[in-house]
């Protein structure tokens, strides 16, 4: 009996969740630190939000479908004695799983921070100051099938701004990708930037607003399957052939932003919503003008559809072309984020990190910094307990001075600490034996070059200072 | 039907959970923050584990009641399903809150921070280098009911050392407090330390193991109650009069923790384990006399006796001076983390940062810096869209030179812009009118003072910068 259940008890972590070890931890903290400090440098708060939200938040924010993928908390306490007075009260009251969901569960984990945000800004009104620019770093929560690159658990990385139609947030959104990837050593990507009312314009001159995604997801493929394979594509579809004579500068859309820009006015110029678009995109880029992205590559793309029924304004995407791998972040301006809590015409527009992805991305190019503050700096080894007194004095002499370090305690195998230094990737160590002690001279490793010197305490402490 | 379905969605948070505003942001991290660059100080490393933990591994880990406490997720998909198959095969199987569980729900939410890194442990024993020094600071959830301090979510912020039985540890984590809640301003507390050895040793001498706690409990009121009200108390509780002469020296102590200390090895002179206990007071006490605790009062305190059946060695505790509080930290050595997973015999020890209680003790001193990184350092404002390109370029020279600046959008009134900046905190701003762009001289403003001059963009940079 007891060795059955030894046998059972081998430990994991549910499907589609993982563990964070220190060098991921590292990292991952070396990615969300440098996003944050430019969501602060452009002003951008703070807030969190509790893991948990009511059912009743998030239940129909996202389609059928995304209701069955939150994640349900059963209710404390008695839930089932509240199944059994429902089923005294109501006859015939079938018991299935969906039923049952709003009986014995009236909380569930966080699907986005979008919701939650909307939640937030209704909640605390009266204490905003809008322009409210906040941004949130939490995990999110989804009951998906995992698979590679899809957890069920997930950090969320938002910044938004409600409460401003200023085209300058746009702008700035642009700015805040450029300088946060460049910081993190990303040397080729390319923004993507659309605007739905373009999109809606595009619809107005076919008459066919239905078919606009048909007609992005086409336009989409012109590289690989050419002109005629599109205008194929757009016929089986259900498009006539005057539709493709007044889509065809759409579609051929190419040179620089301004030349799309004016093939774009000269083909919508029927159309008003079309011509705000264009306005609006023109806007942006004359923002953007008067500052020098760093590395990214700004590119009108129409193709870009993503968020269709939610997007009202400018949509964002970021892709790295120094990598196979989907978008790295996107985004984009909705004019009624906070209606579905009944607080109206509160306009917002946001963007969003994926941080997994850029891991990866980081991962694949190598360009984690080896050097943090985050690690210790330096290990005292030392054979013995004498040792161990002798040593202490210099290791708070070290910490002191606000430098990272650790005594191994006494009693383990030299080999054992310099492992253990090795390990914890710890770059130099002091070694402290009876010649040390007696001269007064230690004998200082860097693990990297694995060259050693004999220097006094003081030295020591100056080296490790710089 | 509309109106009665807008009346009924005015959101809000479950019961137990908070929203963290902004300014309680900047203050949460500053105090997360400082007790991390500690912690990294002294050579512990972060992981994060998920939110989420195999129901099998958290049940049966905090007593019944506990278990109770836990926040049980239901399955996704059709959970009712696997409840009607086994209805079909068990007979006369009893549907009630208990039994369903196990059907239901095979995940819940983390319920502290010990049990996940006890699992940690062992999942990846053989990617770890021991000793295992790591730090967590990541929310818990309990559905306890909520009051005034006690929350449903909340954070817990530990430190653990596992695999190395060296008393380095314990007198490195005094060391630890010390340093983390003297950056965090508070000037007056106390570190109480014991030994659970020290505590067998007394149930050795009285031969009354069972009563161990109504000892400490008694003791405890001496300063209240008196030596005659402790020994009436001890009388009621079960005690004889031959027990009470064996503990007067145990009930009162008092003196340096040298004296005390003195004291207890006359006392538990006959007990093998009590004088273990003092030996290991001792060697700790030693350690710490090496280096000069900042502020701290270290205190031998016998009555010490938190988590009694869990701990096997040092005993910790921190309360504040300056404020009435509960503890606000605690810990201690337990021999046997591990073992709940089928790894046996590995020593550790941990404490405990109390986040929340921190954060009200240095709210009621006032004890939060107000100059930090993390907010908005200058807010540009202007009359309209020739003044906003007039500001961009100075706006971007300022985020260069890595200041956090905003620029409100045109259009809006001085005063708006000004409030804005007010309730934010911005310590300055700069106006830009048709006078400014005319002679180049902006108008620059400290927001504490209220004093303005007028100077050069050049100049209102160099000033921003220092």
Redesign the interface.
Known sequence: MYICR?AS??????KG??????TE??RR?FIFDTIKGVF????Y??????????L??LMGKYGDEGD??I????N??????EVESRKSKVENLE???KN??SI????A?RYDLTVPFA??V???QN?I?F?F??FQVQ?V?R?DRPQRGRY??FYQCDADVVG?P?L??EAEFVMIYD?ALSKLGLKDFTIKINNRKILGGIAEIIGKPEHIIDLTVAIDKLDKIGLDGVIKELLEKGFEQQDIEKLKPVILLEGSNEAKLNSLRSALSTSVTGLKGCEELETVFN?IA???LQTADLQLDITLARGLNYYTGAIFEVKTNEVAMGSIGGGGRYDDLTG???LKDLTGVGISFGADRIYDVMDELNLFPVDT????KV?ICCFDVVG??YA??LL?SL?KA??????Y???AKMKKQL??AN??HIPYTIVIGSDEMESGLLTFKDMGSGVQEQMSAEVVLARLRT
């Not at 602060?40 to 002003?43: D, S």
């Open positions: 030894m008890i081998k430990p994991s972590t549910p969740t993982r563990d964070f070890s220190p931890m590292v903290n602060r440098k452009y002003g708060q703070q807030i969190e939000t509790p893991a948990m939200e009511n009743s938040t069955k993928l994640f349900k908390i059963l404390s306490g008695d839930y089932w004695g018991l299935n799983s049952l969901i014995i569960s009236e909380k984990l939640r937030y209704v909640m605390h204490e100051t322009p620019k906040r995990p929560w009951a069920r658990e401003s200023s300058l947030n300088e923002y008067n500052c020098q579905m809590f009944g503050n985050q690690t210790t290990l161990e007194q202490l004095p708070h910490r606000d430098i990272n370090a650790e005594l305690p006494a009693g492992d253990y390990n914890k």
